[in-house]
């Protein structure tokens, strides 16, 4: 089996409390950045009231597992405050299916990329700084890596994705296992697989995932995995902000316990308002995060966006609420 195909290594910031994408989009170069939307007809049941940005921000050579090698830098801006950084490094040629693994999982153990990928979130941020209501950079983020593979040869096999599933072990690619292993081992933890027409495919796992499809402009299901992503991520950003504030609540409360001698003093007035203030932000920016895509019909880009709510949200112990 040979393939040709490349790997795109995300990395997912939270970098404040809201995005203006209409004036963020005035700070980016008009050629590099536009709003984006899925585009296959089932993408109707998606729902985007307010579609990302999509900026391609340069090309780097980076001496990566003992070659300099083009990396493709571009972003994904959210109004609810992520921006999703990609690297993108196409395969050189053609190659058999096990030199295709070890180049995808070696550019995806780089330690190149993501100091690659710091940089440019440092430079995309200062340059649309104005649009973005309260930055601050949060230590809260996400990796992720979709493999994919544009076109397969087999003289011996049919040119259809079950066939080359059949052909090749794809644990090593996805789980990172070295030994083969069972059928039955193979399907309980490779179960997320999604396929539309005869030549596409996508198999899900919560840190990486592979897409198959023939149309190299065809990128409909990177899109939702990203926005999956993304959604989940200001999920467990504010997740963890109200984990940090709680210990704070509670010194407040037990100081305004012992204030109760003192009766002209509302000794609890400011911590319930301390308390309602965040609550009411918190609610606010995770209803924004979660309608930010909605499903209304079971079509197939909605049944992978839907397993990948659940994938990352177990992964991460968030409920996969998004989806409803």
Same mark, same amino acid.
């Given at each position: 089996?040979? &393939?040709?195909?490349?790997?795109? &290594?995300?990395?997912?910031?939270?970098?404040?409390?809201?995005?203006?994408?209409?004036?963020?989009?005035?700070?980016l170069?008009? /050629?590099?950045?536009?709003?984006? =939307?899925?585009?296959?007809?089932?993408?109707?049941?998606?729902?985007?009231? *307010?579609?990302?940005?999509?900026?391609?921000?340069?090309?780097?050579?980076v001496?990566?597992?003992?070659q300099?090698?083009?990396?493709?830098?571009?972003?994904?801006?959210?109004?609810?405050?992520?921006?999703?950084?990609?690297?993108? &490094?196409?395969?050189?040629?053609?190659?058999?299916?096990?030199?295709?693994?070890?180049?995808?999982?070696?550019?995806?153990?780089?330690?190149?990329?993501?100091?690659?990928?710091?940089?440019?979130?440092?430079?995309l941020t200062?340059?649309?700084?104005?649009?973005?209501?309260?930055? /601050?950079?949060? /230590?809260?983020?996400?990796d992720?890596?979709?493999?994919?593979?544009?076109d397969?040869?087999?003289?011996? /096999?049919?040119?259809?994705t079950?066939t080359?599933?059949?052909?090749?072990?794809?644990?090593?690619?996805?789980?990172?296992?070295?030994?083969?292993?069972?059928? %039955?081992?193979?399907?309980?933890?490779?179960?997320?697989?999604? %396929?539309?027409?005869?030549?596409d495919?996508?198999?899900?796992?919560?840190?990486?995932?592979?897409?198959?499809?023939?149309?190299? *402009?065809?990128?409909?299901?990177?899109y939702?995995?990203?926005?999956?992503?993304?959604?989940?991520?200001?999920?467990?950003?504010?997740?963890?902000?109200?984990?940090?504030?709680?210990?704070?609540?509670?010194?407040?409360?037990? %100081?305004?316990?012992?204030? =109760?001698?003192r009766?002209?003093?509302?000794?609890?007035?400011q911590?319930?308002?301390?308390?309602?203030?965040?609550?009411?932000?918190?609610?606010?920016v995770?209803?924004?995060?979660?309608?930010?895509l909605?499903?209304?019909?079971?079509?197939?880009?909605?049944?992978?966006?839907?397993?990948?709510?659940?994938?990352?949200g177990?992964a %991460?112990?968030?409920?996969?609420?998004?989806?409803?």
């Amino acid at each position: 089996m040979h &393939v040709t195909g490349g790997v795109t &290594v995300y990395r997912l910031f939270d970098v404040g409390y809201e995005i203006d994408l209409a004036a963020a989009l005035e700070y980016l170069a008009p /050629s590099d950045a536009a709003r984006a =939307r899925p585009v296959r007809s089932e993408a109707q049941a998606l729902l985007i009231p *307010n579609p990302p940005i999509t900026v391609r921000l340069g090309t780097e050579r980076v001496a990566l597992l003992g070659q300099e090698l083009s990396v493709a830098i571009s972003a994904r801006i959210f109004d609810f405050g992520v921006v999703s950084v990609r690297a993108h &490094v196409s395969a050189p040629a053609e190659m058999p299916w096990p030199d295709f693994v070890a180049l995808a999982l070696g550019v995806d153990a780089a330690a190149e990329i993501p100091d690659l990928l710091d940089r440019y979130v440092a430079l995309l941020t200062q340059r649309t700084a104005r649009a973005i209501v309260k930055p /601050s950079l949060a /230590s809260v983020r996400e990796d992720y890596t979709i493999f994919r593979i544009n076109d397969w040869q087999n003289p011996t /096999s049919a040119p259809d994705t079950t066939t080359l599933v059949g052909d090749v072990d794809l644990a090593p690619l996805l789980l990172g296992e070295s030994r083969p292993l069972s059928e %039955s081992a193979r399907r309980e933890l490779l179960p997320h697989r999604f %396929s539309y027409h005869l030549d596409d495919l996508a198999v899900l796992t919560w840190e990486s995932a592979l897409v198959v499809d023939r149309g190299p *402009n065809e990128t409909d299901v990177e899109y939702i995995v990203e926005f999956a992503n993304a959604q989940l991520l200001e999920l467990r950003y504010y997740d963890a902000a109200l984990d940090a504030e709680l210990p704070s609540l509670y010194d407040r409360i037990e %100081s305004a316990r012992a204030a =109760r001698r003192r009766p002209l003093r509302r000794p609890y007035s400011q911590v319930l308002g301390a308390m309602q203030t965040l609550v009411a932000a918190t609610t606010e920016v995770v209803e924004r995060a979660e309608n930010a895509l909605k499903v209304t019909d079971d079509v197939y880009l909605a049944r992978v966006y839907s397993a990948a709510l659940d994938v990352f949200g177990r992964a %991460s112990g968030e409920p996969a609420s998004t989806a409803s």
